[in-house]
T-cell receptor
């Protein structure tokens, strides 16, 4: 049972465009929502994270939008660059289970020059 | 500071065999988590070790086990390998801060292929 559902599975965006990846969850006990970026042959690396007490967090070209009532959160990559081509995972964690993170199934992003 | 290291990077085994994977966390990190990554399933949590004790366990059969040593290095073992165990096994370490969330730093993974 996938506790965090992620879409789309793959995404192709033109350079300079906006990439949007969406995630949804059911467990209202989740209180930390990170996004990870993974390049081929590498482990995932933390990109940006948000807690449910804010609706948006921005770091450079990357923004998380969080909708607590809808139990959804999304990653927006502004001015997408070819170097952003990677697999992106959303995740969530529950304070009762410490470092046990629940991951989405991933989105393969390709940015075309 | 060196990152999380995992050995070996690649393994090929046959059904029924057992395998041991190793993870060395970032210096000073005491928590080590293991994940299984497969296409279409994303990352699935296996277990977490902290101070040589298993703190959390995911929904995997008992064939999957792990341990942590006093220097925080961790190993995971899979016995009686099945074809479905073919996956990338990722190790992540974190420095516990007492918060409900701690940034996890992932290693490059061990690619296990079961024939």
């Amino acid at each position: 049972q996938q506790q965090v559902k992620q879409s789309p599975q793959s995404l192709i965006v033109q350079k300079g465009g906006i990439s949007i990846i969406n995630c949804a969850y059911e467990n209202t006990a989740f209180d930390y929502f990170p996004w990870y970026q993974q390049f081929p042959g590498k482990g995932p690396a933390l990109l940006i994270a948000i807690r449910p007490d804010v609706s948006e967090k921005k770091e450079g070209r990357f923004t998380i939008s969080f909708n607590k009532s809808a139990k959804q959160f999304s990653l927006h990559i502004m001015d997408s660059q070819p170097g952003d081509s990677a697999t992106y995972f959303c995740a969530a964690s529950n304070p009762n289970t410490g470092n046990q993170f629940y991951f989405g199934t991933g989105t393969s992003l390709t940015v075309i020059p | 500071k060196a990152g999380v290291t995992q050995t070996p990077r690649y393994l090929i085994k046959t059904r029924g065999q057992q395998v041991t994977l190793s993870c060395s966390p970032i210096s000073g990190h005491r928590s080590v988590s293991w994940y299984q990554q497969t296409p279409g399933q994303g990352l699935q949590f296996l277990f977490e070790y902290f101070s040589e004790t298993q703190r959390n366990k995911g929904n995997f059969p008992g064939r999957f086990s792990g341990r942590q040593f006093s220097n925080s290095r961790s190993e995971m073992n899979v016995s009686t390998l099945e074809l479905g165990d073919s996956a990338l096994y990722l190790c992540a370490s974190s420095f516990p801060t007492g918060a409900s969330y701690n940034e996890q730093f992932f290693g490059p993974g061990t690619r296990l292929t079961v024939l």
